[in-house]
C-alpha cells in the first residue's frame, strides 16, 4: 500500500521558515516525481514545486522560486520542502503527491497518490 506522509507544518512568524517533509512507502519511487501543492482557504490547489527522485531536476513556480528548496534522502524515502522568508499567503495545508514521470509536472492529474496535507499559517 503506497503512503505519502506529511509532517512539519505549523505557526511560524512571517520572515520564519519551516522544513516540510514527506515520508513515502509501500513502493519504489526512482521513477517518479514527488510534487508538492498548497491550498489555501476559500483558494484551488496550486503546484508548488516538484522532484524527479533519480534525476534529482527540480521545478518551482514563480511564486515560490528563490524562497523554496525541495530535497530528498534516498535513505530514508523522504522529500522535504524548506521554505524561506515566509510571508502570509504561503499560509495553506501542503500536500505531497507522486506520479509516475519525468518534467515541470504541474498539474493534479499527472499525480497518482497524494498524502493527507499538513497545515502551514504564517502569521503577520
Known amino acids: 500500500q503506497v503512503q505519502l506522509v506529511e509532517s512539519g507544518g505549523g505557526l511560524v512568524q512571517a520572515g520564519g521558515s519551516l522544513r516540510l517533509s514527506c515520508a513515502a512507502s509501500g513502493r519504489t519511487f526512482s521513477g517518479y516525481s514527488v510534487g508538492w501543492f498548497r491550498q489555501a482557504p476559500g483558494k484551488e490547489r496550486e503546484f508548488v514545486g516538484t522532484i524527479h527522485w533519480y534525476t534529482g531536476t527540480k521545478y518551482y513556480a514563480d511564486s515560490v522560486k528563490g524562497r523554496v528548496t525541495i530535497s530528498r534522502d534516498n535513505a530514508k524515502n523522504t522529500v522535504y520542502l524548506q521554505m524561506n522568508s515566509l510571508k502570509p499567503e504561503d499560509t495553506a495545508v501542503y500536500y505531497c503527491?507522486?506520479?509516475?514521470?519525468?518534467?515541470?509536472?504541474?498539474?493534479?492529474?499527472?499525480?497518482?497518490?497524494w498524502g493527507q496535507g499538513t497545515q502551514v499559517t504564517v502569521s503577520s
Open positions: 503527491a507522486a506520479g509516475p514521470k519525468y518534467g515541470t509536472m504541474r498539474a493534479e492529474y499527472e499525480y497518482d497518490y
